[in-house]
């Protein structure tokens, strides 16, 4: 989900220190720190029409404690602006949700070092210029907010976005995001996917993660990267491993096909050299070898039938002679 920063904190700053100094190699002052406060996910629908239930925000509260704040999402080292240090979970007092939930959110500090570096960052954090904010994680539970089906199991046929009719009331429908398994990272963006709190979100289809052939559909989805889970990346290199033992197979394969092509060539029509049809070979498709290795095969027998040594000649099938009687078996 995404948030805005609310407000640089100057508030119990001993205590602020001591949360900093857990992730710093050394003891740093209230002088060497910017620290501000920022919202990171709530529960409210979004324009993808998901939300986060209270329960999912209240361990995204602990999954985000130590995590770095970037840029876009772009997980460069050159990337990282700032550390989360500090977390809670906050019902906003007579404010409700679109559907009629008290409005909860996940509150952050985070902090930055006073540095040449961040001089112009900082400066953009007061002047309001960086002010939205979104998140990345992982959910294990989609649900559907009409039937409770969940979606990361059996997916119902509720439309995301379409209202439909409830206990006499109608109600639009949207995905629920339950057990989160991870939080990856919160970035500075410009344009946030809720209106008031946007996210960058990636789900399992189980607790273990997406399975590869739903990884690789959402990277053919996804506009700004996908972020994986430790458990998603190593499914990802087993299965890249494997498709490489094919490769070599296939490889070894094509190979020994495209040197029949030339053989069967020399034999077939001799007037082409080897080394033309070598490089022609380079540039065809396997299927394409297959049907010219056929061809030349079928020619190259034209040219020099193969017989086996105790072939019957053709015309003497019925005759009885002791000629080759030698060779008979």
């Not at 700053?13 to 740093?28: A, G, K, S, V």
């Not at 404010?95 to 040449?116: D, F, I, Q």
Request: glycine share 6%; charged share 25%.
């Amino acid at each position: 989900m995404n948030g805005a920063i609310i407000k640089h904190m100057q508030t119990d700053m001993t205590h602020d220190l001591e949360c900093i100094n857990q992730y710093t190699r050394r003891p740093f002052t209230a002088q060497e720190v910017y620290t501000f406060s920022v919202v990171l996910c709530d529960n409210e629908i979004d324009r993808d029409f998901e939300r986060f239930s209270v329960e999912a925000l209240h361990t995204l509260s602990q999954l985000f404690l130590g995590k770095t704040g970037i840029f876009d999402h772009n997980m460069k080292t050159s990337n990282q602006a700032a550390r989360i240090y500090d977390t809670a979970l906050e019902t906003v007092k007579d404010k409700m949700t679109s559907y009629g939930e008290p409005y909860t959110r996940v509150v952050a500090k985070a902090y930055l070092p006073r540095c040449e570096k961040n001089t112009d960052l900082i400066m953009e954090i007061e002047s309001g210029m960086k002010k939205e904010v979104s998140v990345g994680c992982a959910v294990a539970e989609r649900i559907c907010s009409v039937c409770g089906a969940n979606q990361a199991l059996a997916p119902c046929s509720h439309k995301q976005g379409k209202s439909y009719g409830k206990n006499g009331t109608k109600e639009v429908c949207h995905i629920i995001l339950n057990q989160p398994t991870d939080a990856y990272e919160w970035s500075f963006v410009a344009v946030p996917a809720q209106r008031e709190a946007g996210v960058i979100k990636m789900f399992g289809k189980t607790k273990g993660g997406m399975t590869v052939e739903q990884m690789i559909e959402k990277m053919k989805e996804a506009e700004d990267g996908l972020f994986l889970s430790r458990e998603e990346i190593s499914k990802m290199l087993s299965h890249l491993k494997e498709m490489e033992e094919y490769a070599a197979c296939g490889k070894a394969y094509r190979e020994e096909v495209s040197r029949n092509v030339v053989k069967l060539c020399g034999l077939a029509q001799p007037q082409i050299s080897s080394e033309v049809m070598k490089r022609v070979t380079e540039g065809m498709s396997l299927e394409d070898l297959k049907v010219f290795e056929k061809a030349f095969r079928l020619k190259a027998e034209e040219v020099m039938p193969l017989s086996p040594q105790l072939a019957v000649t053709k015309g003497t099938e019925n005759k009885k002679s002791s000629q080759n009687q030698a060779f008979k078996i």
